[in-house]
Structures are given as C-alpha cells and as structure tokens.
C-alpha cells in the first residue's frame, strides 16, 4: 500500500512510453523533435511549434508571477499586519482551489476582447495565456517562498536590524538571499504547473499549430495540443499525440527533480 | 545615491502594490463570474437536467456525475493515502525506502494532469475495458489526488504528540493497536481535511475526466455509465459558445461548491490544529 504513489508513477510512465515512443522512433526523435510541420493527417509529426509555444507561455506565465509571487511572499511575512493576512492567507488558498476552468474564462471574457481591441491581434494569444497564467501560479509561488522566508532563523534578521540596517536594506540584503533556494524552487513548481496546464490554455491560445512570431500571435502548447485532438484522434495520430505526452513527462520530471533537490539541498 | 530611507519607502511601496494587486485580480476574477452567474441561480437550475446540449435547462445530470465521479475518487484514494501516510511515520524511519516513497510522491503531485488522462485512457478505458465511464474516471481522479491525501495525512499524523504512543505502547498495545485506537483516530479530522482537498480539486478537474470519463448528459445509470462533470459541463459551454448565460450560471455554481468544501477545509484544519497544539 504504501509503494501506491511510485507504483502509480511507474505505471503512468509505462503506458505512455509504450504507446509515444514507437512513433517517435518511426519519425525519427530529431525530426520529430524539431520538425516545424505538424499535419498527422498527412503523416507529418513535428512538434516544434508546440514545444516553443510551451516555452513561451512559461516564460511569460514566470515574468508575471514571479515577482508579484515573491512581493506577495515577503508581503505576508514581513510587512503585513495579522489582520490584514487574516484576509490574505485564505484568499492565496482559495487561488489555488479555483479551477483552470475558471481562469480560463476569466482570460476569455475579459483579457482576450481587451488585448484584441487595444493591442490588435486575435486577442486569444501567448500574451492571454502568459497573463492567466501568471496568476494561476501564484499560490504555488507564494506559499512556497513564504515557507522558506520563515524558514530562516530570527537572528539573521536581528544581527542585520541591529548593524543598523533598515528593515529594507534587511529584507532585500539578507533575507531574500539566504532564503534563495526555497523560492528558487517555488519557481520551478510554478514552472511545472504553467507547462502542464491544459484547459485554460485551450481556451485562450488560440491553438494555431505554428510558430507564434510576436506575443500577439495565437501559439499552441503541448498540452493543448493533446487536449484538442485527442478526442478524435485515431492510428498513428493518437500515437503522436501519446509521443508528445512523453516529451511533456521528461520536461516536467526533470524540473521536479530539480526543485526536490534543490529544497533537499537546503534541509540538509 | 538615493538614501537608504528612499529606498526602504519605494521598496515596501512596490511590495504593498503588488500584494493587492494580486488581492485585486483574484476578486475580480470571482466577481466576473459571481455577478453574472448569481442571479441566474435557482432551484430549478440544479433539479432540471441541460437540454439542447445545454443550451436550456439545468445541470442535474452534471451534479450527479461530478457527485459519483467524486465519490469513486475518494473511496480509492483515502484508504492508500492514509495506508502511505501511516507506514511513513509509524512504520519506517528516515531511509532509502522512505526517501524513494517520498520522492515518488512528489513526483506523482507534479504530472499534470493531461498526462493522468492519457494514462486512465490507455490503463482504464481501453486495456482494462472499462469504457468512458465513471469507474474509469474516478480511478484516474484516485491517482491524481492521492498525494494531496498522503501529505494532509501525514502532517495530520506528525502533529499528534509523542507521549500518545509512548503512553499506549507502555500499556502494552502493539504497533498495530496504537495505530487504530489511538493514531488514526486523533489523527481524523486532519485525514477528513486532505479528503476534502481532494473533494475540491476532484471538482474542479477537466482535463483528465474529458479523456476518461466522457462527456455524456445523460444521468448515469451505473459505474459503467460515461458522465459529464460540472467543470466539463461549464468548458464545453463556454469554449463552444453553446451559451453564455448558462456557463456562467454553471460558473458560479462550480465556485460556490469549491468555496463551501474549501471554507470547511480550513475550518477543520484550524480546529484540529488548536486541539493538538501542533
């Protein structure tokens, strides 16, 4: 019973790689990898386009959330008085219980028609996509950096405040560094999440199966591309659609890994 | 040089802009739909089954679907997350065997879950035959919110002071005795805690119970019957434009529900934690 989680991750693992990677082997990992024309009714599997609009999408997702995440982190650790994170803390909590769904429509009704009137574009583009989300990563930003700044003992703070620090200078100088390596890894789990998310992502991409040109442009990710087509799929279709499971279970793997280690490293 | 009180001033002010901002979009976000939703909430809405793909009616067979679908996950999942938890802390000390459990656990709360429905389309629906069906999605629901069980669990196990078992090992209960009368049961409202988180991201799933589950409207008759859940319902609705004002009324249905199983979530949690002073 208590194997249940790593045998259910072995088991996840083996039937995606069964069914992904004869296709990828059959098109040949570079060209599949790297191929820029995704046509499977044609027989033509590249999945680069989905592979840089995932990367994009990210990208954007951490220049939103990251900073605002980590303010809202030493927001609730160091500024805030307790009535004001009474409010606080169970609102965090609550973004993180709200489903993709819900953001997703959120990011159709009102981010898309905005970007579309003031911005030009189709509106449903990587910029939608980055903006939601940013905030969709929020929570796990936030409650992980806020662990990791309180973390740190009281007599870093008090040796900082009473060099004649400001709390400030404190803050930005001390605190912030020595809890380096918990929000690095807050970062990383919000980079897991942004690449995995799929429902709100269908909803505000665009879904254009082509490299996006500028922030404007509709861009398809990896995941989206399995939740669109999946449902009609069939042959050797479904099998690329299982092959770019496989690639998107490498890339999250290994940034979990990464984080696991990382928060290990600073445990021990 | 800007003095060092500048700086402190401009950057607190950064840090409070930003913490309400964030504060700002999250309400917005719920108000968008809450606004609109709300007032199209009635009895009706929730005893009435969708018509017309759901362009009318309302959305009982959703409820029904999300319910079993729910229900199927739960019953799965808590036994082996608290089965996990309980070899984890009682059973096993720090070493390799436990690293490696801990490891896979993490892991297992990483894949997203587009992944956890490739893996319940190929595992249950098509090698185990199962069909689109609630026993399918409610198995792929199980793995997915089985680490959120196993870590509540343990947390709730940790906290329960060491003097419990050394008191009911000096009594002479066994390992197995101390687990059931005296771990498990002061552990339960910190375990009932991680169902109900589990509850909540159950409900709000999409991505994996569309590949698993289906997308029927018709009320399920049995297991084996393929349903629509209430976040499926509102997707489908809001993503085929098949009609606004019903997904927003599904919207704010859908928030509603996650706000009352989150509510009482932290509620227990912050009672449990009180009693045992953890």
């Known amino acids: 019973m208590a194997f249940s989680s790593i045998s259910i991750l072995a088991l996840i693992a083996f039937f995606i790689f069964a069914q992904g990677v004869p296709l990828i082997w059959r098109v040949g990992p570079a060209s599949f990898l790297l191929g820029e024309r995704w046509f499977p009714s044609h027989g033509s599997f590249g999945i680069l386009p989905m592979i840089v609009g995932s990367f994009w999408v990210t990208l954007g997702a951490l220049i939103v959330g990251v900073p605002l995440g980590v303010a809202c982190a030493v927001f609730l650790c160091e500024l805030t008085p307790p009535s004001v994170s009474l409010v606080f803390r169970p609102t965090i909590q609550l973004l993180a219980a709200i489903p993709s769904v819900i953001y997703g429509f959120w990011g159709l009704i009102v981010l898309v028609p905005l970007i579309r009137n003031n911005l030009g574009g189709p509106g449903l583009s990587v910029l939608a996509g980055s903006l939601v989300l940013g905030i969709m990563i929020l929570p796990t930003i936030i409650s992980i950096s806020e662990d990791a700044l309180h973390a740190l003992p009281r007599t870093f703070k008090e040796g900082a405040l009473s060099l004649g620090a400001t709390h400030w200078q404190t803050i930005w100088r001390v605190l912030l560094p020595a809890a380096r390596s918990g929000i690095v890894a807050s970062v990383i789990l919000g980079m897991g999440r942004a690449v995995g998310e799929t429902m709100a992502m269908i909803m505000i991409l665009g879904n254009a199966a082509q490299m996006p040109r500028s922030i404007l442009d509709s861009a398809r990710t990896l995941t989206t591309n399995i939740g669109i087509e999946m449902g009609y799929a069939t042959g050797d279709h479904r099998q690329a659609l299982f092959a770019t499971g496989v690639v998107l279970f490498f890339i999250i793997m290994g940034l979990n890994t990464l984080a696991i280690v990382i928060s290990r490293r600073r445990r021990a | ?278």
Request: glycine fraction near 10%; hydrophobic fraction near 50%.
């Open chain 2, 1 to 278: 040089m800007i003095s060092r009180y500048t700086s402190q001033r401009v950057g607190k002010g950064v840090v409070w802009v930003a913490a309400f901002s964030t504060l700002a979009v999250m309400i917005w976000i719920l108000l968008q739909v809450l606004v609109e939703g709300l007032p199209l909430l009635n009895l009706d809405f929730f005893m009435d089954s969708p018509r017309q793909m759901g362009r009318t009616g309302g959305i009982f067979s959703t409820i029904i679907g999300t319910l079993a679908l729910t229900a199927v996950a739960i019953v799965i999942a808590t036994p082996l997350g608290v089965g996990t938890a309980v070899y984890l802390r009682e059973y096993t000390r720090e070493s390799r065997v436990s690293r490696i459990i801990r490891f896979g656990t993490d892991c297992l709360a990483g894949v997203p879950s587009i992944i956890f429905g490739l893996f319940g389309f190929v595992f249950f629906v098509i090698l185990l035959r199962m069909g689109w069906s609630i026993l399918s999605g409610g198995l792929t629901l199980a793995a997915m919110i089985l680490p959120t069980i196993i870590c509540t669990a343990e947390e709730a196990i940790k906290a329960i002071p060491y003097s419990y078992r050394e008191v009911s090992f000096a009594l002479g209960g066994t390992r197995w005795q101390t687990v059931a009368k005296v771990i498990l049961p002061n552990a339960m409202p910190g375990i009932f805690t991680g169902v109900l988180l589990g509850v909540g991201r159950s409900v709000g799933e999409t991505a994996a119970i569309i590949l698993t589950a289906g997308s029927s409207l018709l009320i399920p008759t049995s297991l084996f019957s393929p349903t629509r859940t209430m976040s499926v319902h509102f997707y489908i609705l809001a993503r085929e434009g098949i009609s606004m004002e019903m997904a927003y009324a599904t919207g704010a249905a859908l928030i509603l529900m996650i706000l009352g199983i989150n509510t009482l979530a932290n509620w227990l949690l912050w009672r449990y934690f009180r009693k045992v002073g953890g």
